[in-house]
């Protein structure tokens, strides 16, 4: 097994959540990394196709896409942070980042790229240091993609966020066969205990 994944989509299960990144964010996306990376493959991205998170019912298959990713796109709100299965997907790639000794002064770069979509104004003391990419002005999940909604979407995607996520995904680490196992016992933990403190965020190496 290696990498099957370039982008792991981390967001707050929701139908008209996911109806915005099916119809606007992903299709920018995917476009504009892939102008990015100029490469001949197809940029593969992971999105949970589930519209809710099922409580007591746990999708085998996320932990091993998951630590199949070489990046993780974070699309944060305030319901974000109270969900378990968002905290423990943002909880296993901060583990591989410090694993690897990302975010230091001899590897600044890293492999999570934060969106905020709405409010976060109080983040998590541990992940203020993590730059993200504010696109409240353009997230509404019913807007028309000729709208200037849209197009401001775009200017964010292609300027702000794409060229990030294409170098993170160059510069991504070789893969290890360690990764998807950690990450599906992480993320099985969700089964067994209560959801983690905001506080309690693994923080990153210095």
């Not at 990015?36 to 940029?43: A, D, G, S």
Request: net charge positive.
């Amino acid at each position: 097994m290696a990498y099957q994944y370039d982008i792991f989509l981390s967001y707050k299960r929701h139908p008209e959540a996911r109806q915005w990144l099916v119809e606007h964010f992903l299709p920018l996306l995917k476009y504009y990394v892939e102008l990015q990376l100029e490469r001949r493959e197809e940029v593969q991205v992971f999105l949970d196709e589930r519209d809710i998170e099922a409580g007591a019912t746990w999708p085998a298959e996320l932990g091993g896409a998951l630590g199949a990713s070489r990046t993780l796109v974070a699309l944060w709100t305030r319901t974000y942070f109270h969900s378990e299965w968002c905290t423990r997907e943002l909880s296993v790639m901060l583990a591989r980042e410090r694993g690897e000794r990302l975010r230091t002064r001899r590897r600044p770069g890293g492999l999570i790229f934060p969106v905020v979509l709405h409010d976060c104004e109080q983040l998590p003391t541990r992940l203020v240091p993590l730059q993200y990419v504010a696109m409240q002005d353009c997230y509404q999940v019913r807007m028309a993609r000729n709208s200037q909604r849209a197009e401001l979407l775009e200017e964010h995607i292609a300027t702000r966020l794409a060229p990030g996520v294409a170098s993170g995904v160059a510069a991504a680490p070789r893969w290890s066969p360690r990764w998807p196992r950690s990450a599906k016992q992480l993320l099985d933990s969700i089964l067994r205990k209560s959801p983690p403190r905001q506080d309690q965020v693994p923080r990153h190496s210095r």
